[in-house]
């Protein structure tokens, strides 16, 4: 069943609640803090929101930015993170049926927009994300695609993958180059996208990582040691691998 405006629209503003809850998330979780209780507050004067304060982008549009009481500045961040999860979820609904697939992506989408915004942050990936997505990833598999033997073989070679290189640099280096971090989160992306969308995932994001690193070095905001948040990349990979991967492996292996 293909999806009609309606649902599209629909899909796009239940985004931005949740987008909502994702900023939470994207807040809370760095500091462990929970994310159901207390309700949202003022990070300023701590003043808890008031239900018209925390209608998605709307309130952060109507208020300027900045908090009703204290005026302090509220970032741009919220209301981006909101726009992003609606745009996302409406594509979603627009290119999956309707069925478990939906609900894994829509599930996987969230998780990844969550993972993007804490790397680039503070260069961590929760584990209370990536390895319940290894599970819920695995679980989903047995009714939707790609199914339990992709997903298997997806989460397995995603970890073991980013785990050969993250050891082999180590061993090379002596240092750090990639966290065990981004070995679940890209074990997690297996899970749910299964070995061939992971292993384009993992070209997407060395791709663009790569670029956007030559581009800091020409402009002289970062070194050859600016570390990078990988997952952040991976989180981009995987979306695009998610909506538009099927085609790009198909086209690629119509070469053979
Ligand atoms: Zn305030």
Redesign the pocket.
């Known amino acids: 069943m293909t999806a009609t405006p309606v649902m599209i629209a629909v899909a796009g503003l239940f985004g931005l609640l949740v987008g909502s809850f994702l900023n939470v998330c994207i807040y809370r979780l760095p500091l462990g803090r929970s994310v159901v209780f207390p309700p949202s ?7 808890p929101l008031r239900w018209f304060e925390n209608i998605p982008v709307v309130s952060w549009l109507v208020l300027g930015g ?7 500045r509220i970032s741009a961040q919220y209301p981006i993170v909101e726009l992003v999860t609606g745009v996302l979820f409406a594509a979603t609904v627009a290119l999956t049926p309707v069925g478990p697939l939906l609900a894994a992506r829509l599930l996987f989408g969230a998780a990844l927009i969550v993972l993007f915004a804490i790397d680039l942050e503070h260069q961590i990936l929760p584990n209370v994300i990536t390895l319940p997505g290894v599970v819920v990833g695995l679980a989903f598999a047995l009714v939707a695609p790609p199914g339990w033997r992709a997903s298997l073989i997806g989460a397995a070679a995603g970890g073991g993958v980013l785990y050969a290189i993250a050891a082999g640099y180590y061993y090379l280096r002596h240092e750090d180059g990639l966290g065990m971090g981004d070995v679940k989160m890209l074990a997690m992306i297996g899970a749910f996208l299964g070995w061939q969308l992971m292993l384009l995932t993992l070209v997407l994001a060395s791709l663009s990582g790569a670029l956007v690193g030559v581009a800091l070095i020409v402009s002289q905001r970062g070194s050859m040691k600016y570390a990078l948040p990988f997952g952040t990349f991976l989180a981009v990979g995987a979306v695009v691998a998610m909506l538009a991967g099927q085609p790009m492996v198909d086209w690629y292996l119509g070469f053979y």
């Open positions: 507050a003022c990070g300023s004067c701590q003043r900045r908090c009703a009481r204290c005026k302090a």
